[in-house]
């Protein structure tokens, strides 16, 4: 249950509909508040200098209008974000989508029409709804009116946020920040006093395992969950290796999960298997390769012949930097998750730094090996981040990408024929670029 619960909180933050319903039912509550205290006939000469306090048709012609301009202005915002969003995939990659729609700002504009709109629609139902047609809720219509304007005022906000959000600095920060949010997750912070040279020990069960869980339908791994599995193989004494990870493609039928230990029988199966969530497309909650993948798009498309912009490129390899020294920084996520009396109880197996490292770098390697900018701050990214690695797997996969061919270090590589031979740098360079 915890899994699917984090996998709608997930689908609800990335959606267009669940903040700005929320806003339309704090809306409805904000009208029978307003309509409570109008039902009281609550009078007198600064209640009427303060709210509406005119006849049946004014406020039903005022209303008429606001109703009418919010649904219009809301139809506007609508259409903007939806060629925003057609613009930057086409620029950006359409793996970016997601992060824009997960855009809190965009999501809480909608919000504050549709929920003006509703309250003004409501508040117009109720003008002149009474026996004698004469009913004005004066302060409902006082409320709405000033919720009219508090949104003409997101309106202008909103082409401003719209207008910086496909800038590239802007889509880095935000998919750079969906990345450093799953480092957060996956890699423990460093307690004071922790060695993080030395790397943590990992469980492997013995024996042959006793029963395989089988995935019922293909997808990708979006969520596991670790906490439920745990207690589960806590309360039967078995330990679950699990054989795949978040953003792992299953297919039907092949193997989730294998038990090892206790008596296994197809409720316990069936338990496992609920604890993997599989949908269409990838996650960034915990998915650390999906996550990375998608800044290393942003630069990879730069660098395409269509826009030939090796700045950006540059901008989004300081951006991995940034990242990826927070992973060093941290301690190593432990792979085997153990109970209360630490017994090892659930394995997982996550992407380490090295991982990390070749699917943010080896893409811009690759398609910027004809950029002698890009591979210069490549190489001078990889001697920053060797200055931070402490542990010998970190200092090994920062040697195997920024070596050369011919053992020739990066800064070597770099300032390498600054008198004469300069043109050879960029031979150098390309070389490297080309080397696996």
């Not at 004014?58 to 609508?78: D, E, K, P, R």
């Not at 069936?270 to 998608?294: C, K, M, P, S, W």
Request: with cysteine.
């Amino acid at each position: 249950m915890r899994a699917r619960f984090f996998e709608f909180v997930e689908l609800a933050r990335s959606s267009f509909w669940y903040l700005p319903s929320m806003m339309m039912a704090a809306g409805l509550a904000l009208f029978a508040l307003t309509l409570a205290i109008d039902k009281l006939g609550i009078t007198g000469g600064f209640v009427a200098a303060v709210f509406y306090s005119g006849g049946v048709n004014n406020a039903a012609s005022l209303l008429q209008t606001l109703t009418g301009a919010m649904v219009a202005i809301a139809t506007v915002v609508f259409s903007t974000m939806m060629v925003v969003l057609t613009l930057a995939t086409s620029q950006f990659g359409h793996r970016l989508i997601r992060s824009f729609m997960r855009d809190r700002a965009n999501q809480a504009v909608l919000g504050i029409f549709l929920a003006t709109f509703v309250f003004c629609l409501l508040v117009f139902h109720m003008v002149g709804n009474d026996a004698d047609n004469t009913f004005v809720p004066g302060v409902s219509l006082t409320v709405g009116f000033v919720l009219a304007i508090f949104s003409t005022c997101t309106l202008i906000y909103f082409t401003h946020h719209m207008a910086s959000l496909v800038a590239a600095p802007e889509v880095l920060e935000a998919v750079g920040s969906e990345f450093d949010a799953a480092i957060a997750r996956v890699y423990p912070a460093r307690a004071a006093g922790d060695d993080r040279s030395k790397r943590r020990m990992s469980y492997q069960p013995t024996g042959t395992p006793r029963d395989e869980v089988v995935c019922p339908q293909a997808g990708y791994i979006q969520v596991i969950g670790v906490a439920a599995l745990c207690d589960l193989a806590a309360k039967h004494d078995i330990v679950i290796e699990s054989v795949v990870t978040y953003g792992d493609h299953v297919v039907a039928g092949l193997a989730l999960a294998r038990i090892h230990g206790g008596v296994i029988d197809d409720s316990i199966r069936a338990a496992v298997a609920r604890q993997y969530v599989v949908g269409d497309e990838r996650l960034t909650d915990h998915d650390l390769l999906f996550a990375i993948n998608q800044v290393a798009e942003v630069g990879v498309r730069a660098l395409s012949p269509a826009l030939n912009n090796p700045y950006t490129a540059m901008d989004c390899i300081n951006r991995i930097a940034a990242s990826l020294a927070d992973v060093l920084s941290r301690g190593l996520p432990d792979l085997a998750h153990v109970d209360d009396k630490g017994t090892p109880r659930f394995l997982l197996d996550l992407p380490d730094f090295a991982s990390l490292l070749d699917g943010a770098f080896t893409p811009l390697r690759n398609y910027g090996s004809t950029s002698i900018q890009t591979m210069m701050q490549l190489l001078l990214t990889i001697e920053k981040l060797a200055e931070l690695a402490r542990r010998d797997v970190e200092q090994n996969a920062l040697r195997r990408l920024g070596l050369l061919r011919f053992h020739t270090s990066p800064r070597q590589a770099l300032f390498y024929g600054k008198t004469r031979r300069s043109p050879r740098r960029a031979v150098i360079l390309r070389q490297w670029a080309r080397t696996l």
